[in-house]
């Protein structure tokens, strides 16, 4: 079985549409697809439209999610995957807003710093590049440089420039992910904290905090990423063996905008099992 579940769409900063993703992880053979765009629900109709009325008799499940960004008291950035809650949670919605709301005057003052180094680009050339409603990112501002011809690729811009240790980077507003697990839980939902160890990203959770989040309720963790390397995967994995977590694998796919490939890896079987069991409702859609 293909169990992939953490996948991003043009709701967020992929570059495919929702049913564009509907489309590849069927022809791809992919049995279980999670989309789960940064801070918003946006992309979910179209996904769940785009797979009930696909013309082949695909049997894919559907897992609706979104990746909240937060942060700790440190300012070290988490994101946590919320599975299978209700879109309808006001708490939670309103947190997500909270935070889209605040992305947008933080682009504002990156684009301020990179002007201030004479690199030209107007916050209307990053807005050009996201699709209406989504939720604004460093990719769509590193796809205007590479629109301008300031830089090659998406991964040239983050090297080059936009890394979260960059004098350029801005945070943004994110709850603690305390407060996320908590918001995802009273939706229903299961809590997976994303790539925890993707050190070449920037600082990384310290264990202390990974123990507070094992005591808050976290559900499991994405241990299968290609931001960790072996030694990562391995420390995680004897953690969530230890605390008896759902262990995770996935691609966090975000079309062409991201050199990973959907379902490059994968989540075992009975992990997803135990995954869904977890979530108050029976969410997953299917044909
Ligand atoms: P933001 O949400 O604005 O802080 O931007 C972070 C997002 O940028 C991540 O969730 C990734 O999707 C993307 N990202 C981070 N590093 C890279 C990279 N090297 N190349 C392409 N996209 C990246
Ligand atoms: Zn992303
Ligand atoms: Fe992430
Ligand atoms: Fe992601």
């Known amino acids: 079985m293909l169990i ?3 996948t991003h769409s043009n709701a967020s900063d992929g570059t495919d549409t929702p049913s564009e993703l509907i489309d590849k992880a069927i022809n791809k053979h ?7 765009d940064h801070d918003t629900t946006r992309g979910w109709n179209e996904a769940t439209k785009a797979l009930l009325n696909h013309p082949s008799n695909s049997s894919l499940q559907l897992v609706l999610g979104s990746e909240i960004s937060c942060q700790d008291e440190n300012g070290i950035s ?7 809650f209700d879109p309808t949670y006001e708490p939670l919605i309103n947190e997500l807003e909270k935070t889209r709301e605040n992305r947008l005057s933080r682009m504002e003052k990156i684009v301020a710093r990179l002007n201030e180094a004479g690199i030209e680009i107007t916050i209307e050339e990053v807005y050009a590049q996201k699709q209406g409603d989504a939720t604004l990112g ?8 590479v629109a301008r011809g300031h830089v090659a690729s998406r991964e040239e811009a983050f090297a080059a420039l936009l890394h979260n240790g960059s004098k350029y980077y801005i945070n943004h507003y994110s709850p603690s992910p305390m407060d996320a697990i908590r918001l995802i839980k009273e939706a229903g939902g299961v809590a997976i904290i994303a790539h925890p160890l993707a050190s070449q990203r920037g600082r990384v959770i310290s264990m202390e905090l990974f123990g507070e989040l094992i005591s808050a309720g ?3 963790i994405e241990v299968d990423h290609r931001d960790h390397s072996d030694l990562e995967k391995s420390e995680l994995l004897r953690l969530a063996i230890e605390h008896d977590l759902i262990v995770t694998g996935s691609s966090d796919y975000h079309g062409t905008g991201k050199l990973n490939q959907l379902a490059e890896f994968t989540t075992h079987p009975a992990q997803w099992e135990a995954l869904e069991s977890r979530a108050r409702d029976r969410r997953v859609v299917s044909r």
Do not use: S
């Open 4 to 6: 992939d579940l953490h």
């Open 30 to 36: 992919l049995d279980v697809l999670a989309l789960t």
């Open 78 to 84: 988490i994101h946590m995957l919320g599975l299978l």
């Open 138 to 145: 460093r990719p769509h501002l590193a796809d205007a440089l």
């Open 218 to 220: 976290l559900d499991g």
